[in-house]
């Protein structure tokens, strides 16, 4: 064995190694990609991926929620959920991911968690678009048509052109 064998070999073991510690596999260790991987039978998973990132910035709140999606996908709400709060701790500042644990939330059928967490969001930026369009669709399901319209108004002043709050103001104007 030469010594430049020798060498990508040591690092091929080692990245085998660490994979195998942390429970994940590093396809882009060893020399020649992913064919030696598949060729051992080793895929790489999306989640697999995910967790890699999550390992790599424990303290990224993005490693969480793209995580979220991935269990989200796979019909894993409580998943998805504890994803959801682990990125909120570490950024509870952040709408967007306050909206996001309320929607998987309102999947899970847990309405009054849903409406808490898109006002959580709303506490955070009170013009996020997605969080006021949600919680005026609950509003129109309870029949409170005024709260109903002053969020939907809200929307607009943000955005005078979005559809969905008009389509929203005609269907309370059908009732």
Known sequence: MSEGSSEAWRA???CV??????????????PGGGDQHAAAGV?????????AAILASPN??????????????????ADAIADLELALEIDDTDAELWHR???VRYSGQDF?????????????TPEHIPSLLSLAE?????????????????????DVKLDAAYYMKGRIYKE
């Open 112 to 124: 009054q968690g849903a409406v808490r967490d898109w006002q959580s969001g709303l506490e955070k």
């Open 12 to 14: 091929g073991v080692l």
């Open 43 to 51: 895929e790489m998973t999306a989640l697999d991926s995910l967790d």
């Open 101 to 103: 644990l309320g929607t």
């Open 138 to 158: 609950v509003d129109i399901h309870l029949r409170q048509y005024e709260r109903a319209l002053d969020r939907l108004n809200e929307a607009l002043q943000s």
């Open 17 to 30: 190694v660490t994979a195998s510690f942390f429970g994940f596999c590093l396809v882009a260790c060893a």
């Open 60 to 77: 990224d709140p993005e490693g969480y929620a793209n995580r979220s999606l991935e269990f989200l996908e796979t019909g894993r709400i």
